[in-house]
């Protein structure tokens, strides 16, 4: 031994943005971390998102309004809700609990734990890039919200008021000014909503590639190996992967979709789920918009980044093993050609990806310890806010991990918050779920 306390040895399982960002802040505390994941750093759904930085998106997904609107949006052809027959009869039983996170007391509590985190996302952001020398990956580009129907103007000045109540800035943009300020979109669309204050990334997997090279050069190790159980033992965590046994004094789950599973075998059952999202990337268009646009009524994103334009969309409650379903390629491709003033790259030239987003059925993430198993930590479902909230992720966890108080309270990113056994910590007085 080489006289290191045996639990400043840590093991982050997933290579992630979550993942890498927390092995980063890890590695600040002063531990020595493995970041053990098959594939390369960020091939998950970091490496697909929309590279925005959504936090005015302090909605849960369940909400009553949502659950009025599914209906139709599942019967649009092209709409953003899609639910594949063959899985529906395993996503029930998470229906049900999305459907009673929906009760307002529950839609309020949820608004205000994402709302915390989202507050603080982007100084989080800038203080991990700042302390990589990777500024320049983080971009105040502002963010536009556009609607193309006259009929979604009662809609937008609600959300107007709703982004002001929770202290975003916002401008009301009518058709001409939103012609000024966004020459790449058609000219045929009502009205929009600007937030000054919205920031994007260059490149999502550029970006997960540079934490994972800082992290490298800071003496971390990655380790190409997938983790099939987490063992805790008196001195620390074992973890069984494809490649033999590794050793640690303490682990993080930080694995995104998959990361139930590896909870499973540490006696926690985690109604984690997955909302597949798809992309196209016009490598040519890059140029095409200067700033990320989303469509209310269409619910889709286009976000101009290094690697070309993408166009995002869909919620897909698939399941983890389904192919991805090619017409929705040619529906993110009706939406964007309706949008984008020269719908040019949309061809056969264009990027096709599907990925998985985790996502709980009150649309929090789990940011906690093991009640039972002092040495084994969660980082995981932050469903379409991953990117977004990773490096705040990171400092809450690795305060904690490191002895000192977490910035925020972490009560509400629980693990236990879905299961009826009653952990050391709910004993101490938060309420379960
Ligand atoms: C289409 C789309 C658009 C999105 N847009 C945005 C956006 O604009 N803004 C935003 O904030 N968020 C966005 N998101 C969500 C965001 O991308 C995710 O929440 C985030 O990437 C999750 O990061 P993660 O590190 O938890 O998971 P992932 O990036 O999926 O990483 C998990 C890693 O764990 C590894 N792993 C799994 N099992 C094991 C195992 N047993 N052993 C070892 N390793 C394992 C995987 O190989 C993977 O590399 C979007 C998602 C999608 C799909």
């Given at each position: 031994m080489d006289g290191l306390d045996p639990r400043s040895r840590v093991a982050v399982v997933g290579a992630g943005v979550v993942g890498m960002t927390t092995a980063l802040a890890l590695q600040r505390q002063g531990f020595e971390v493995t970041v053990l994941d098959?594939?390369?750093?960020?091939?998950?759904?970091?490496?697909?998102?929309?590279?925005?930085?959504?936090?005015?998106?302090?909605?849960?997904?369940?909400t009553p309004a949502t659950l009025r609107l599914a209906p139709r949006l599942l019967l649009?052809?092209?709409?953003a809700l899609a639910l594949p027959l063959r899985y529906l009869p395993r996503l029930t039983p998470w229906l049900a609990r999305f459907a009673a996170a929906a009760r307002p007391t529950r839609v309020t509590q949820g608004r205000e734990a994402l709302a915390a985190l989202n507050g603080v996302a982007v100084a989080a952001w800038r203080r991990c890039l700042a302390d990589i020398g990777?500024?320049?990956?983080?971009?105040?580009?502002g963010y536009l919200l556009v609607w193309e129907?006259?009929?979604g103007r009662a809609r937008a000045r609600a959300q107007m008021a709703h982004l002001r109540h929770w202290g975003h800035e916002v401008e009301w943009l009518e058709a001409e000014a939103l012609r000024e300020r966004e020459?790449?979109?058609?000219?045929?669309l009502s009205h929009g909503l600007f937030c000054p204050g919205g920031h994007q990334v260059r490149d999502p997997h550029a970006l997960v590639t540079r934490l994972a090279e800082a992290f490298v050069a800071r003496g971390g190790t990655l380790c190409q190996a997938r983790v099939a159980r987490l063992e805790p033992r008196g001195e620390g965590v074992r973890l069984h992967t494809d490649q033999g046994p590794v050793m640690a004094g303490q682990a993080v789950?930080?694995?995104?979709?998959?990361s139930h599973r590896l909870a499973a075998g540490l006696g926690l059952s985690i109604p984690l789920e997955t909302e597949r999202g798809y992309h196209l990337t016009?490598?040519?268009?890059?140029?095409?918009?200067r700033q990320p646009v989303g469509s209310a009524e269409r619910r889709c994103v286009m976000t101009p980044m290094d690697c070309g334009l993408r166009v995002v969309g869909f919620t897909e409650l698939?399941?983890?093993?389904?192919?991805?379903?090619?017409r929705r390629y040619g529906s993110l491709r009706r939406h964007a050609e309706a949008l984008l003033r020269d719908p040019a790259g949309?061809?056969?030239t264009a990027e096709e990806w599907m990925g998985f987003r985790p996502t709980l059925p009150d649309s929090l993430p789990v940011i906690d310890t093991h009640p039972d198993h002092a040495g084994v930590h969660f980082a995981f479902g932050?469903?379409?806010?991953g990117l977004t909230q990773a490096a705040v992720t990171a400092e809450l966890l690795a305060a904690r991990m490191a002895g000192e108080a977490p910035a925020l309270d972490l009560a509400p990113y629980r693990?236990?918050?879905?299961?009826?056994r009653r952990g050391r910590r709910q004993e101490t007085g938060h309420c379960p779920a």
């Open positions: 098959p594939e390369a750093p960020g091939s998950g759904a970091s490496y697909g998102n929309a590279g925005f930085l959504a936090t005015e998106l302090i909605d849960p997904l369940a649009d052809p092209h709409g990777a500024e320049e990956e983080l971009v105040a580009s129907s006259p009929a020459p790449g979109l058609t000219g045929a789950v930080a694995a995104g979709a998959w016009l490598p040519a268009r890059g140029q095409a918009l698939g399941g983890l093993s389904l192919a991805p379903i090619r949309l061809d056969d932050h469903q379409h806010l693990v236990t918050r879905f299961s009826r």
